[in-house]
């Protein structure tokens, strides 16, 4: 059974940057990819982005050219670098992986 544990959310101004972190533990050698749906108050979830195993990435069309999803394999930890962040990126971001596990989530809100 694999743990997902993210963190890294906050309050950020309009423009600004954040790294989120998802830390997997457990067994995790049969997971193909990794990434991130976010949830904005009163709304459905939502895709983000993923990487799979061997690296290859793909986004959803509001974040591309903004946000970055990488993996550090030696940590067992994916990371989603966000910039030039706007006022409807806020929402809860939750990590999860192909073998069905999510995390808790962690908090965005951008505002001035």
């Known amino acids: 059974q694999v743990q997902l544990v993210e963190s890294g959310g906050g309050l950020v101004q309009p423009g600004g940057s954040l790294r989120l972190s998802c830390a997997a533990s457990g067994s995790i050698f049969s997971v193909k990819t990794m990434g991130w749906y976010r949830q904005a108050p009163g709304k459905e979830r939502e895709f983000v982005a993923y990487?799979?195993?061997?690296?290859?990435?793909y986004y959803a069309d509001s974040v591309k050219g903004r946000f970055t999803i990488f993996g550090d394999n030696a940590k067992n930890t994916v990371y989603l670098q966000m910039n030039s962040l706007k006022p409807e990126d806020t929402a809860v971001y939750y990590c999860?992986?192909?073998?069905?596990?999510w995390g808790q989530g962690t908090r965005v809100t951008v505002s001035s």
């Open positions: 990487i799979t195993a061997v690296g290859n990435r």
């Open positions: 999860y992986n192909s073998g069905g596990a």
